[in-house]
């Protein structure tokens, strides 16, 4: 992997998954292991600030009345209902953590739903940058971090997950994503490995 073409694209990282009066908090496996998997992702960051690595933060923020979401239904039915996401609050807000790179990362706004690249500039970005290999950190394993990375694949990229900066809704989930799913189309290890 040549780091002059690899962007980490960090998803989910934000106030109401990661805090613990997030209103999607208890969605995580554990507080513990989301706790762990940003910590994880905050090492990365820190070894790669000076690396030519493209670092991008795709934040799901949704309008007031949720119009966007047009067919509520799963996760964006009970994200419309617990106001999750919300623009102008808190809970739609980065983590701290991540935030404090922010002179580093670039956001890329617009993301309504589960995929990273859907009514987004983030395929306009990695092209470029003339990206080729993309790795995933984030929430939810099963959810986001698997729809954006499927659709990594089919624009062409090299897609790596970082085992260790993902988190799902259960342990039973994150381990069968990473074992089972992930490994069908993209390549899975711990971000000590990513160099």
């Given amino acids: ?31 513990t292991a989301a706790g762990q998997a940003l910590n994880n992702t905050v090492n990365l960051l820190n070894r790669l ?16 009345d ?21 623009q102008g609050t808190t809970g739609c807000e980065t983590v701290d953590e991540i935030r404090a790179f922010s002179d580093r990362v670039v956001t890329v706004p617009g993301k309504r739903g589960l995929n990273a690249f859907s009514n987004t500039s983030l395929n306009e970005l990695l092209q470029s940058h003339h990206i080729t290999d993309v790795v995933f950190a984030g929430a939810v394993t099963s959810i986001c971090i698997d729809t ?32 089972e799913i992930f ?12 160099n």
């Fill in 1 to 31: 992997m040549n780091l002059n073409q690899t962007a980490i694209i960090l998803i989910g990282f934000q106030n109401d998954y990661f805090l613990k009066d997030g209103a999607l908090h208890e969605a995580l496996e554990s507080s």
């Fill in 66 to 86: 949720y119009s966007e979401i047009t067919q509520p239904v799963g996760i964006l039915k009970t994200i419309k209902e617990i106001e999750a996401f919300k």
């Fill in 183 to 194: 490994p069908l189309y993209a390549e899975v290890i711990n971000s000590s490995q990513l």
């Fill in 148 to 179: 954006t990375a499927r659709t990594a694949l089919d624009k062409g990229y090299s897609v790596t997950i970082l085992r260790d900066c993902t988190t799902g809704r259960s342990s039973f989930e994150q381990e069968f994503y990473c074992e």
């Fill in 49 to 64: 600030k000076e690396s030519p690595v493209l670092l991008i933060n795709t934040p799901i923020v949704f309008t007031a």
